[in-house]
């Protein structure tokens, strides 16, 4: 199987596409000048799944340089002062409003920017020692609400299970959950419990792979998996009924829905925290990866030629590749960002 | 208000551009804002015109969080108000219109996860009878035009239930729901949606009941509906139930339910033939189910 893989795999195809993401991306993905940060993390983690950052030749062949992405991703660091308003620290997406902005109404950091930015520090080999900790984690007492959930900026947002994450995942970085009720966060995620045992993204909703990701990595990282398991008798067992459920040779995001390759992530990552990824078919799945990878590098969604490779599904596949493949970097399933990086930076602290 | 609209066209997801024009509407809208409201108060005249801007914005950008975001900031303070009795014709027929332009979404998408999120944001603010009664047919209407439309499924369950996470339905409602999931389950035994409401349906009511009587009679009568579809497949279609894997994983979770030693072995057995040979996907999983069976 192994020795397949490194044939079949454009490595050196995904490497020339996640660079030039990196350097430029096409017009009509205007609509992603606000969350340029995600981009980047998607290019960078990916780059670092297959390798790209261990070898200085291909840094100097492709002109990439960490120190210079550093410096971008904290340029887009909001400074809050204490005329700031407190939920601006963070990172905001893009130079969309300047660079090295003031924190003011209208500059404010955005959470899934600011999990974005850390995700991508710590994998560039940064010590985070620049990124304004004590802010950014009193900043998420004001973007959380009344029912557990929270915002993404303090401008106002909709609110869901995404933003949860985000804030779910910056204070396990950071290691200071000081600022967010985790008792108000574990009771919202509950109540987005469906009736066929997943979870959507607001309460009531329809269970939904990616929301379903979400919440357990939610959990997983404030250490209350086990006590929601046993709160809940019955639960665990209908959770990985649900996931299994999900594989028809790739993975849907809900039931009756399309294979789409992102979901081998959100659902494969949730079943790797269950301890339970390998009651997927994992050769199936990987044929259906596999059968995504475009000659350009990159995967698509599906595989039809028409639908071009785009980052978040390039990102997605690898992650979940990476779970398996040892020709690859693996990906942390709670975090989503480089495993050996995180815990050389756990390490040095 | 021109100068937003333009960068929106240019770049409709961008969040402060839309907090911008939110704040010069409702600076436009009179009388001025209400302190003591957490809701921001845009004039009924302003919200029609920019519920216009946004649904043109929309039609290419039907799954852009900021722009169903703005839809819901527009008309949050008139829902609301609907629910405390402050409404009037004109905000009733606001109401009327933003459930048709998302019954026009629907056309495209029926399954737009947005689109649902809205509806039943709307739903329970406004949380008018008439409204959850009416919902009904439009559930029944999405789902006689795909019965595997899981999205309507799940909106029924919501329906159902008036938007409440934590009131159990009533038994004499869950038998009606039982009927119409077997009777749509029987249209097609292959779809997940319908057997997993029934098997939810069955698990709500042993919370709710306990293991009673009446809980007992219902847990039956979805075993027997089971039984009943299983022998009309196979007698309609000639080929093996088995084949249903749903269905058959809905009998086992009913099977489990019942938990005497009978039901566990037939349970088993089940399990042990899907992963084997009707659902091999599963394998792995099949076949620590059958344990896990096995040792109950």
């Keep these: 199987m192994s020795s397949n893989f490194e044939t079949e795999f454009k490595r050196v195809r995904h490497i020339q596409y ?10 009509k993905h205007a ?17 670092e799944i297959v390798g790209f950052f261990d070898s ?11 120190e210079e992405i550093i410096e971008w991703i904290y340029s ?38 600011t999990y974005s930015a850390l995700c991508t520090l710590i994998t560039l080999g940064d010590d985070l020692k620049r990124v304004h900790r004590n802010e950014i984690i009193s900043a998420l007492k004001y973007l959380q609400l009344n029912d ?5 900026v303090g401008l106002g947002s909709e609110y869901d299970l995404r933003f949860v994450y985000c804030a779910c995942a910056i204070c396990h970085i950071l290691e200071d959950w000081s600022g967010v009720d985790q008792h108000a966060m574990i009771q919202y995620i509950y109540s ?42 019955g639960w665990k067992d209908d959770l990985i009924r649900w996931c299994v459920s999900r594989q028809i040779e790739g993975m849907q995001g809900r039931p009756n829905k399309l294979e789409d390759t992102c979901y081998s992530y959100w659902i494969g990552a949730t079943l790797k925290i269950l301890d339970c990824e390998n009651y997927l078919d994992r050769d199936v799945l990987r044929c259906f990866v596999m059968a995504c990878q475009s000659d350009l590098g990159g995967f698509s969604k599906v595989r039809d030629e028409y639908h071009p490779p785009d980052l978040l599904h390039s990102f997605y596949s690898l992650a979940w590749l990476s779970f398996s493949q040892q020709e690859l970097n693996p990906i942390d399933c709670m975090l989503g960002m480089s495993r050996r990086h995180f815990l050389s930076f756990r390490k040095k602290k | 208000l021109e100068l937003t609209a333009v960068c929106l066209r240019l770049n409709p997801a961008n969040y402060t551009t839309w907090w911008f024009r939110r704040q010069i509407l409702s600076s436009q809208s009179l009388p001025t804002q209400d302190i003591n409201s957490k809701f921001t108060y845009f004039s009924e005249a302003l919200i029609c015109k920019d519920l216009k801007l946004v649904s043109e914005l929309g039609g290419s950008n039907p799954k852009n969080y900021q722009i169903w975001y703005h839809r819901r900031s527009l008309l949050e303070k008139l829902f609301s108000d609907i629910a405390t009795g402050l409404s009037n014709e004109k905000t009733s027929s606001l109401l009327g219109d933003e459930l048709n332009y998302i019954d026009s979404v629907f056309e495209e998408d029926a399954k737009n996860y947005h689109a649902w999120s809205h509806r039943q944001w709307i739903l329970k603010t406004v949380n008018l009878a008439v409204k959850w009664t009416e919902e009904v047919d439009v559930v029944d209407k999405l789902i006689k035009e795909d019965i595997r439309n899981n999205s309507a499924w799940n909106h029924r369950w919501f329906v159902v239930h008036r938007g409440s996470k ?5 038994l004499v409602v869950a038998r009606e729901e039982m009927k119409f999931s077997i009777s749509k389950a029987l249209l097609d035994p292959y779809n997940e949606s319908a057997w997993q409401y029934c098997v939810a349906l069955v698990k709500e009511q042993r919370q709710a009941i306990g293991n009673t009587t009446e809980y007992i009679d219902f847990l039956g009568s979805c075993e027997d509906a089971i039984t009943d579809t299983k022998k009309l497949f196979e007698e309609q279609s000639k080929k093996d139930s088995m084949e249903c894997i749903h269905m058959i994983a809905a009998y086992i979770n009913v099977l489990e339910m019942k938990g005497d030693d009978k039901s566990l072995a037939i349970a088993q057995e089940l399990s042990e033939k899907l992963g084997q040979q009707y659902d091999t996907v599963r394998r792995t999983y099949w076949m620590l189910r059958s344990k896990q069976l096995q040792s109950m």
Excluded: W
């Design chain 1, 18 to 27: 996640f660079v030039k993401c990196l350097k430029t991306l096409p017009s």
């Design chain 1, 31 to 47: 609509a992603l000048d606000t969350n340029r940060l995600t981009m980047v993390h998607f290019a960078v983690q990916s780059l």
């Design chain 1, 56 to 66: 200085q030749e291909n840094l100097k062949t492709y002109s990439i340089s960490k």
């Design chain 1, 76 to 113: 887009l660091q909001v400074i809050s002062s204490p005329q700031s308003p407190p939920t601006s620290a963070g990172f905001i997406g893009g130079s969309f409003l300047g660079l090295n902005v003031d924190g003011e109404y209208y500059n404010q950091g955005h959470l899934a920017m």
């Design chain 1, 148 to 152: 557990g959930s929270f915002q993404c």
């Design chain 1, 192 to 233: 987005c419990k469906t009736y066929d045992g997943a979870l959507s993204l607001v309460p009531g909703q329809e269970c939904h792979g990616g929301s379903t990701y979400c919440g357990i990595a939610s959990l997983a990282l404030m250490g209350a998996l086990d006590q929601s398991f046993y709160h809940f008798n």
């Design chain 2, 166 to 170: 934590s009131v159990p339905i009533s």
